[in-house]
């Protein structure tokens, strides 16, 4: 069975620092790509970051470039997420998902790209 676990979530202060995790198990962790989208309320799921398993490129959102940084430990098949210097506008539920493909560069942090997703986990930044 295919699990894909977040956690890590919290309420933190503007400027403040959180570490989210994602627990893989049930597939091959190093042949898929984890990524890391968020939802907020009465808005769309924006993809965040993006780890590939096999080569630990990386990719990033425009709104967190220079803030969180993803890496993996592919030992634990466990995926991190530090966001550092978090703002309001970072509150939001988020969510890991594994890919299995190589999408189009443009659609790496299209949600639609991703087969398997966790639950996900509330962050919330107060001002």
């Known amino acids: 069975e295919v699990q894909l676990q977040a956690s890590g979530g919290g309420l933190v202060q503007a400027g403040g620092s959180l570490r989210l995790s994602c627990a893989a198990s049930?597939?091959?962790?190093?042949?898929?790509?984890i990524g890391w989208f968020r939802q907020a309320p009465g808005k769309e799921r924006e993809g965040v970051s993006r780890?590939?398993?096999?080569?630990?490129?990386?990719y990033y959102a425009d709104s967190v470039k220079g803030r969180f940084t993803i890496s993996s430990d592919n030992a634990k098949n466990t995926v991190y997420l530090q966001m550092d210097s978090l703002k309001p506008e970072d509150t939001a539920v988020y969510y890991c998902?594994?890919?299995?493909?190589?999408?189009?560069?443009?659609?790496?942090?299209?949600?639609?790209?991703?087969?398997?997703w966790g639950q996900g986990t509330q962050v919330t930044v107060s001002s």
């Open positions: 998902a594994a890919d299995s493909g190589i999408p189009h560069p443009d659609r790496r942090l299209w949600a639609f790209e991703y087969e398997y």
């Open positions: 049930g597939f091959s962790f190093d042949d898929y790509a």
């Open positions: 780890i590939s398993s096999s080569d630990g490129r990386t």
